[in-house]
């Protein structure tokens, strides 16, 4: 494992577009596709500084409808904070970026603030895949850990972005 920063910091840095949220029931080496949890258009922007700070933003869009009535968010019932909130999921951090003996590249984020108090002051780790199509940027983001559907059903995530910036 080395750390691969300087190599990759011109591709990788700049601003990226989620254009694919698909989550995966893995049994041994198949996998299912279980879910869009933010359907066909997922709403999601991640910017990475040259610097290697990070900052996530997904949001599921159905949650995203602005508010029928002129009230200000900050009087919104409960009950609509936690209807859109429960559709959010945001951090950022430091990141460091590191290629394994095979080739293959993972970041780890030490996660600053998040839309999940349980997230702050923790890593989270992502296996990357950086590929050039049709004249434009991909990454292709796994989560080290499985993510759970909202009937709590253990799944792994696969996110695709476009580089937009």
Not at 47 to 54: F, M, R, T
Not at 92 to 98: T, V
């Amino acid at each position: 494992m080395s750390n691969a920063w300087q190599e990759y910091r011109d591709r990788i840095s700049g601003g990226w577009k989620c254009i694919s949220y698909e989550m995966f029931k893995i049994s041994g080496a198949e996998k299912t596709l279980v879910a869009k949890p933010h359907g066909e258009t997922p709403l999601g922007r991640v910017y990475i500084s040259p610097q290697g700070w990070l900052a996530a933003h997904l949001a599921r869009p159905e949650r995203m409808e602005k508010a029928k009535s002129d009230q200000p968010w900050q009087t919104a019932s409960d009950e609509q904070v936690a209807y859109v909130g429960r559709g959010l999921a945001m951090y950022c951090g430091a990141m460091q970026l590191f290629k394994n003996d095979d080739g293959s590249l993972y970041w780890q984020t030490k996660v600053e603030v998040s839309t999940d108090p349980n997230r702050m002051g923790g890593i989270e780790e992502r296996k990357v895949i950086l590929s050039h199509e049709n004249g434009k940027e991909y990454m292709t983001l796994e989560p080290k850990q499985d993510m759970l559907l909202d009937d709590g059903t253990p799944t792994r995530a696969i996110l695709k972005w476009e580089k937009f910036e």
